[in-house]
């Protein structure tokens, strides 16, 4: 499975075309072409199979979780969207994810807090 962004190499332009996940089979070879594929979010960082591998998450502004037989979405957890009070909007930084030996996935979320913090005693 990957996630991928067509793209259309036109004399003066690029011109991006819907993302997707495309899903190969691993034995296919060099010349392996997706056999199967279905529409994707925009701003995918990642992708993490659950460990029953019955679905998969697409990690990037929110946490999707997709069937993987059908593709359908099956759940999205806001990330961007997650709304914590006297909070700024929330950012994932999903450039280094951490798997820690347990099978945790783990990658910091980020918010501005908006209001004046404490003074110390």
Not at 15 to 41: D, H, Q
Not at 42 to 58: I, T
């Amino acid at each position: 499975m990957v996630y991928e962004l067509p793209t259309k190499l036109l004399p003066a332009e690029y011109v991006v075309e819907e993302p997707r996940f495309a899903v190969y089979r691993t034995n296919a070879g060099l010349a392996a072409k997706a056999y199967r594929s279905f529409p994707a979010p925009r701003r995918v960082h990642m992708l993490l199979m659950r460990p029953s591998g019955q679905s998969f998450y697409a990690v990037g502004f929110d946490l999707h979780e997709y069937d993987l037989k059908s593709g359908k979405l099956i759940e999205t957890r806001g990330i961007q969207r997650w709304a914590l009070a006297d909070h700024g909007q929330p950012d994932l930084l999903a450039f280094w994810p951490v798997t820690e030996p347990t099978g945790v996935w783990t990658s910091p979320v980020y918010s501005e807090l908006r209001r004046a913090p404490r003074p110390f005693p």
